[in-house]
């Protein structure tokens, strides 16, 4: 991590102060950090560890040709001796678990610890492995590029040393004729892909929903994702209800656009069917809070914030209001991709299928009389973790 790095972070967690701001305190920080230690002072941090200042010993040194002694003085050295918490931290293994998606591969590393589920980082390439899924199949590119995806996966968890793995594959698995060419490929690399149900799926997404939000109160949970859309009603935290809809961003955007800007008339196609297929929906009890999650969850809340940097912690817990997406998606839809590409908080791959997954939750919204989303950055992957 850079001086630059640490300063988003902060930010992340402290959005209310200005950048600049922070840097001014970063860099006190840092300086009087520097001065303690030139005094030979000592700086503990519980938990962390401590700085301290070691002095060498002096050394006599004699002159080969001269035959004169000299009296070298030590040389100061500083030392960090890491504290009890961190090093345990440090040497605990993580676990990698895998979510291979219609659209996008993710990889988070956590670890299980006393207080709960820590997230070490997290990872995503946009593959678009369910490009050609309108014909059943996994495209050739597609395939290329999901087995290029996990080459870069597995290499850099073989740099971290770690040995345990989960990988699970959701609906373009279900649905695709060949994705056993793939699953077979990617046991050649060293990744056994369980693929997983619906409610397996919905299960997963709630666990670590409830662990990582804990929302108050009977809610809607919805899971955007490329090639579905999962709904589950949860009430007293326990899941009710749940169903599957064959709602998600890749697959309306290869239905329905064909090129950007759209016309009036193709954006009240597109968000016609949605709204379509929704009101076949009987949500059996009525809610006023809808949780959102998956890759369109976050464009949106990224989008909202206007991110120029991927920040979880900024991301999760967010809300946007449905008239705030209303003119979200009514912009993105009059604009080329080329626009669309260069928009604050837009992830690069995923630039002509943010609206599709972005009128997925409006009408959401409306179809449940709910007038905000709240975001949350915890789901299958972090329920992955906790189910280890």
Request: proline content about 4%.
């Amino acid at each position: 991590m850079k001086r630059k790095d640490l300063i988003c972070r902060l930010l992340a967690h402290f959005p209310e102060l200005r950048k600049r701001d922070l840097e001014g305190l970063v860099e006190a920080f840092f300086e009087e950090m520097t001065r303690a230690l030139v005094r030979g002072e000592r700086i503990e941090i519980r938990g962390f560890g401590r700085f301290e200042v070691h002095h060498g010993k002096e050394r006599v040194f004699v002159n080969p040709q001269n035959k004169e002694t000299y009296y070298l003085r030590g040389n100061r050295r500083l030392v960090f001796k890491v504290g009890k918490d961190l090093f345990e931290r440090v040497n605990t293994p993580p676990r990698a678990v895998l979510d291979l998606g219609t659209q996008t591969f993710r990889l988070a590393l956590g670890k299980l610890e006393a207080d709960g589920l820590r997230v070490i980082e997290r990872r995503r390439v946009n593959v678009r492995l369910g490009e050609g899924l309108e014909k059943g199949i996994i495209s050739p590119p597609a395939l290329e590029r999901g087995l290029a995806a996990l080459k870069e996966f597995r290499n850099y968890l073989y740099d971290l040393g770690v040995s345990e793995i989960k990988a699970v594959g959701t609906a373009v698995f279900r649905e695709a004729a060949n994705a056993g060419e793939f699953m077979e490929a990617s046991r050649k690399l060293g990744f056994h892909i369980e693929v997983i149900s619906p409610e397996r799926e919905s299960e997963l997404v709630l666990k670590g929903v409830q662990a990582g939000l804990s929302p108050d109160g009977p809610f809607l949970l919805a899971d955007v994702g490329g090639g579905s859309t999962e709904l589950s009603l949860v009430k007293e935290g326990r899941k009710i209800w749940e169903v599957s809809i064959p709602l998600g961003a890749v697959r309306l955007k290869e239905g329905f656009i064909r090129a950007y800007p759209l016309t009036p008339q193709e954006f009240r196609g597109i968000r016609g069917h949605v709204a379509r297929i929704l009101s076949e929906l009987e949500i059996p009890e009525e809610v006023s809070l809808l949780v959102g999650c998956g890759g369109s969850a976050s464009l949106l809340a990224a989008l909202d914030l206007r991110l120029t940097t991927y920040l979880p912690e900024r991301i999760h817990g967010h809300r946007v209001s449905l008239s705030r997406i209303e003119t979200i998606t009514e912009h993105l839809r009059g604009l080329p991709l080329s626009r669309i590409r260069r928009l604050r908080g837009m992830e690069p791959g995923r630039e002509d299928i943010a609206l599709p997954g972005l009128l997925i939750f409006q009408e959401l919204l409306r179809k449940a009389g709910i007038s905000e989303l709240v975001i949350s950055e915890w789901g299958l992957l972090e329920g992955l973790l906790l189910s280890f």
